[in-house]
């Protein structure tokens, strides 16, 4: 079963950047789709980004533009690169690995005041 460790959430001002890590353990990285969704104060969960295998990336309209997933299949990691950041981004951030069954990270925060 894979197993999901985000890092590099954080406080910032709006405008801000950060940039998101999920390295991955426990299953064949590159054989997998991955993704990485947030869920906001008082909101559903939401997928923010996603990844093939072969590196095809799908963002939602609100990010597009602003942020860039990305993978390095020789580290077993996934990224989040997340510029112009506002304060409705802040949520928790969560890496997913769409396996069967699907695995999940921990999450990690990230806020940002305006």
């Known amino acids: 079963q894979v197993r999901l460790v985000e890092s590099g959430g954080g406080f910032l001002q709006a405008g801000g950047s950060l940039r998101l890590s999920c390295a991955a353990s426990g299953s064949s990285f590159s054989l997998d789709a991955m993704g990485w969704y947030r869920r906001a104060p008082g909101k559903q969960l939401e997928p923010v980004a996603t990844?093939?295998?072969?590196?095809?990336?799908t963002y939602v309209d609100s990010v597009k533009g602003r942020f860039t997933i990305s993978r390095d299949n020789t580290k077993n990691t996934l990224y989040l690169q997340m510029n112009s950041l506002s304060p409705e981004d802040t949520a928790v951030y969560y890496c997913r690995a769409f396996t069967s069954p699907p695995g999940w990270g921990q999450g990690t925060q990230v806020t940002v005041s305006s």
């Open positions: 990844i093939t295998t072969g590196g095809s990336a």
